[in-house]
């Protein structure tokens, strides 16, 4: 046969999902860099978005006067009794 001293010839007609995969991930055209770079935005960035749509992060100076804030209120509480 002609494909038996082929080091490099595919079995099948080379149309299979592994072949379409290793083209889209190894071609380089810039349609595939672009969808690339795009799912992994993705990835990063919905997660992202749902753990950052909540309360606002508080500075370290609103986390200290609150808790200064809680202190003395449990201090006032104790001294009461």
């Given at each position: 046969?002609?494909?038996?001293?082929?080091?490099?010839?595919?079995?099948?007609?080379?149309?299979?999902?592994?072949?379409?995969?290793?083209?889209?991930?190894?071609?380089?055209?810039?349609?595939?860099?672009?969808?690339?770079?795009?799912?992994?935005?993705?990835?990063?960035?919905?997660?992202?978005?749902?753990?950052?749509?909540?309360?606002?992060?508080?500075?370290?100076?609103?986390?200290?006067?609150k808790a200064d804030k809680a202190r003395s209120?449990?201090?006032?509480s104790s001294s009461a009794k």
């Amino acid at each position: 046969m002609a494909s038996e001293g082929n080091p490099n010839a595919r079995v099948g007609n080379g149309n299979g999902f592994k072949s379409k995969l290793n083209h889209f991930l190894y071609s380089g055209d810039k349609k595939h860099v672009f969808a690339g770079l795009t799912i992994i935005t993705a990835i990063f960035a919905v997660p992202w978005y749902y753990m950052s749509r909540g309360s606002k992060h508080q500075s370290h100076q609103d986390y200290l006067e609150k808790a200064d804030k809680a202190r003395s209120a449990r201090l006032s509480s104790s001294s009461a009794k």
